[in-house]
């Protein structure tokens, strides 16, 4: 994974400059379209400035591109799923196994019926450029040379993650979780080119209800792990996991974390279920020598959920510091609601599943993406953070939010699980995998970012004339209607397609318009943006 962090950028210079804006008046826009706020044009109008071509370097912010949806019978997967095989229940990028330069990913089906029911597989699926399926390989205990004994119910495939090549014969190898087994247990699968099991090593006693792959925190040349026990006692838990040159795990290095645990502390109740599907390491947010470690506790607040955020000892690897972040907390603004599920549970489950994404709007700061995979048919939401660890905006993703035109099901679970599958940042592009359809076979939908650029205009100015596309200002009332910052606005402007944008961060606005646009003089201390893309 990409935890590097951009440097700060004109980007973070203009949003200061935009803050500091204080000017007042009034403008209209020539179209008579609810726009900006000028009662009398302006006398004189700004320069205008020549749109220049976009470069790699100038990108600083990423937002929605497009979508592919992998499930039975579409986007080149075939393989013959059954109803409640829960393709899907976690995935990962696994690095390119068959060698022809593209990433493959591990996918888990923790309730395939192989050999046994609910015994559980694996699918390595072999991907192309255009993110469909060119072909997969499945592990089972009767297919992909699997040589071990599954019993039903053992729900091998349940955790999942991509470690790199840990034998050293040059093909990248994948973690595989039975948490459900008479003994539970952590399979480190050695694989052959055309995705079957070459060896295996099986870590027995080790629950892991989710795995995610942090990077080398310990920096021994392995990738390590964090095993997800949400069902533990206490509010649940975690474990860090790292690893022999044997591919084995060292008992004597497992970093457990939860309540009173690995320097936690209290905060967790019974049944918060912490530990969630997937962690997210985010790296050192505010610079201070220690690793951010983001963790979800999905049924927290009755079933509403949270995400804490851990500050990680260098040595130890131990809690030293901690922030909630749940609906009302920690700057994230959102309602999240509390009624029952088809299921049986209760509430929206925010922070089920969460992504390490990097730095999204290009203010220096990792972001994270996580999800309240119950909130109706699933939310996926984009957490701008601070280096405080603290929310400093968000966006949703949804049928309706977020640019990525989806179809979903009424009980689909969207963002049940969560991937980092593609970080082309030279090329502009960011991959985040989605996983779904919950109640049939299962699906994972591959969320494509794009990156742009977001220059600044001329001090307080605005576009007039041109086509709105998008608008929350009502010039009639001079009143915002659901109030946007900036990244949320910068948002509207990848969903609309849109070239130019007026802001104003003290009142909310966002106007969205087409590149036929002018640039005007505002009176009331609007700014103009232009976007502009590879």
């Known amino acids: 994974m990409d935890y590097n962090k951009s440097r700060p950028n004109l980007f973070t210079l203009l949003v200061t400059i935009t803050l500091a804006l204080q000017a007042c008046g009034g403008s209209d826009d020539s179209t008579g379209l609810p726009t900006d706020e000028i009662v009398n044009p302006p006398t004189s109008t700004p320069p205008q400035t020549t749109p ?20 039975e019978g579409e986007s080149g997967f075939l393989a013959d799923l059954d109803s409640g095989d829960r393709f899907g229940r976690d995935h990962d990028n696994a690095g390119d196994i068959n060698g022809d330069g593209i990433d493959d990913l591990v996918v888990g089906a923790r309730s395939d019926d192989d050999g046994a029911t609910d015994a559980g597989a694996v699918y390595i699926l072999f991907m192309n450029q255009d993110g469909t399926v060119k072909a997969n390989q ?7 040379r699997f040589s071990d004994s599954l019993d039903e119910g053992d729900f091998f495939g349940y955790g999942v993650a991509g470690i790199g090549d840990y034998n ?14 008479s003994i539970p247990a952590v399979y480190i699968l050695h694989l052959n080119r055309d995705g079957t099991v070459k060896s295996m090593v099986k870590n027995g006693g080790i629950v892991a209800q989710g795995l995610s792959a942090i990077g080398d925190i310990n920096e021994d040349g392995k990738i390590d792990l964090v095993a997800a026990q949400p069902s533990s006692v206490d509010g649940g838990s975690i474990q860090l996991l790292f690893f022999d040159e044997n591919a084995e795990v060292i008992d004597d290095d497992i970093v457990t974390i939860g309540s009173n645990k690995g320097g936690f502390g209290d905060g967790l109740t019974a049944n918060d279920s912490f530990g969630g599907r997937e962690s997210a390491l985010l790296g050192d947010l505010d610079n201070n020598g220690t690793q951010e470690l983001a963790v979800g506790a999905f049924e927290s607040d009755s079933g509403m959920g949270a995400i804490w955020v851990l500050s990680l000892d260098s040595d130890t690897y131990e ?4 922030l909630k972040i749940a609906p009302g907390l920690a700057g994230f603004d959102e309602t999240i609601p509390l009624d029952s599920n088809p299921n049986g549970t209760a509430g929206g489950h925010f922070g089920h599943a969460l992504v390490a994404a990097g730095d ?6 990792a972001d994270l993406i996580t999800g309240a995979n119950q909130y109706g048919a699933g939310v996926g939401y984009v957490l701008y953070l601070n280096p405080d660890k603290s929310v400093k905006s968000y966006s949703r993703i949804n049928e309706i939010e977020g640019g990525f035109d989806l179809s979903l099901a009424s009980e689909e679970r969207f963002s049940r699980s969560m991937s980092l599958v593609d970080t082309n940042r030279e090329q502009g592009t960011i991959t985040v995998n989605m996983g779904g359809g919950a109640g049939v076979t299962g699906a994972i939908y591959a969320l494509r970012f794009q990156a742009c650029d977001f220059s600044i205009e001329a001090e307080n100015t605005f576009w007039s004339e041109g086509n709105t596309l998008f608008s929350n200002w009502d010039h009639g009332s001079q009143t915002v209607t659901d109030a946007l910052n900036f990244e949320q606005c910068s948002v509207k402007a990848f969903e609309y397609n849109g070239t130019n944008i007026t802001a104003k961060v003290e009142d909310g606005r966002c106007i969205i318009k087409d590149a036929s646009a002018v640039l005007s003089i505002s009176d009331e201390g609007s700014q103009a943006y232009r976007r502009q893309c590879l």
């Open 138 to 144: 499945k592990i089972s205990m009767v297919q992909g």
């Open 52 to 71: 220049t071509e976009p470069s790699l370097g100038d990108f600083v912010a990423f937002g929605p591109s497009e979508v592919v949806r992998i499930a």
């Open 319 to 322: 809690v030293v510091d901690k």
């Open 168 to 181: 050293g014969d040059t093909i990248p190898d994948i973690a595989v979780s039975a948490p459900a087994a």
């Open 360 to 365: 999204l709007n290009g203010d220096g700061v």
